[in-house]
């Protein structure tokens, strides 16, 4: 996201860690970002799993009754 808008944010990290990334010459903020960012996108595939946890048994029900849609086609 290089031309995202950026907004300061006071994090509170544990010390260990903050020392141990300073150490290591890590972008912190970089870091605290990339780690949001993937938080935010497993929370919301477990929001969608959830959601269409009902298509998606319905989906596997139906593959084990009937197979699996054109695979006759199947070259493997």
């Not at 990290?13 to 890590?26: P, T, V």
């Not at 477990?46 to 596997?60: D, F, G, H, K, P």
Request: a positive charge; hydrophobic letters at 40%; charged letters at 35%.
């Amino acid at each position: 996201m290089p031309s995202a808008v950026r907004k300061p944010a006071n994090l509170s990290l544990d010390a260990n860690i903050l020392s141990e990334a300073r150490e290591l010459k890590l972008n912190i903020s970089r870091a605290a970002e990339d780690g949001i960012a993937s938080a935010i996108k497993a929370e919301k595939e477990r929001l969608w799993r959830i959601e269409n946890a009902e298509a998606i048994r319905a989906e596997n029900e139906y593959i084990e009754k009937h197979g699996l849609p054109l695979a006759k086609y199947r070259q493997f």
